[in-house]
T-cell receptor
Framework: QQQVKQSPQSLIVQKGGISIINCAYE??????FPWYQQFPGKGPALLIAIRPDVSEKKEGRFTISFNKSAKQFSLHIMDSQPGDSATYFC?????????????FGGGTRLMVKP | EAQVTQNPRYLITVTGKKLTVTCSQN?????MSWYRQDPGLGLRQIYY???????DKGDVPEGYKVSRKEKRNFPLILESPSPNQTSLYFCASASGRSNLGEQYFGPGTRLTVT
């Protein structure tokens, strides 16, 4: 079973709109929550990340909101642009445990229409 | 340029024919990992390595082998490929001095087993 559940699977947003992608987790041992962005034909690349002691982190147009009690976190893309069209993965890491350090959600394919 | 390279990028093979996908990084990273990406399932870890000669299983290791004889290289071996191993494979690396949440991914290898 997936330890990190991501929704929606696909998303279409008009240029200038807000894109919102949600993730939920069960394992309270997760201590680091990154988001990866993947363009077609490329490998994923780290976009933004947050630790659970912070409720929000903003970098430019990208914001992570984190709700520890609900075990949910989300990515908000403000003023979405066609260049943001990509697949987005949320992920979670378990402490300093070796190996399975990143557990990924199923991915969201975002399309921003001009 | 700091990068993770994979070869080949595309591979079509037949059931049972042994194959190797190579992975190399030039960032002197201690940690390397292999993932497979399947629609709706995100990225699932196959094997990882914390350093030379240190490897361990990830979430989906069945049917795969790895070795880490040099720090920069981490090949993925399929001794007897089967159609259910048709997937998009990514190699990733990370510095042992980082929190290992930021992983650098290669461009991917699309494997088809008929």
């Amino acid at each position: 079973q997936q330890q990190v559940k991501q929704s929606p699977q696909s998303l279409i947003v008009q240029k200038g709109g807000i894109s919102i992608i949600n993730c939920a987790y069960e394992n309270t041992a997760f201590d680091y929550f990154p988001w990866y962005q993947q363009f077609p034909g490329k490998g994923p690349a780290l976009l933004i990340a947050i630790r659970p002691d912070v409720s929000e982190k903003k970098e430019g147009r990208f914001t992570i909101s984190f709700n520890k009690s609900a075990k949910q976190f989300s990515l908000h893309i403000m003023d979405s642009q066609p260049g943001d069209s990509a697949t987005y993965f949320c992920a979670a890491r378990i402490g300093l445990r070796a190996g399975n350090m990143l557990t990924f959600g199923g991915g969201t394919r975002l399309m921003v229409k001009p | 340029e700091a990068q993770v390279t994979q070869n080949p990028r595309y591979l079509i093979t037949v059931t049972g024919k042994k194959l190797t996908v190579t992975c190399s990084q030039n960032m002197n990273h201690e940690y390397m990992s292999w993932y497979r990406q399947d629609p709706g399932l995100g990225l699932r870890q196959i094997y990882y390595s914390m350093n030379v000669e240190v490897t361990d299983k990830g979430d989906v290791p069945e049917g795969y082998k790895v070795s880490r004889k040099e720090k920069r290289n981490f090949p993925l071996i399929l001794e007897s490929p089967s159609p259910n191993q048709t997937s998009l494979y990514f190699c990733a690396s990370a510095s042992g001095r980082s929190n290992l949440g930021e992983q650098y991914f290669g461009p991917g290898t699309r494997l088809t087993v008929t």
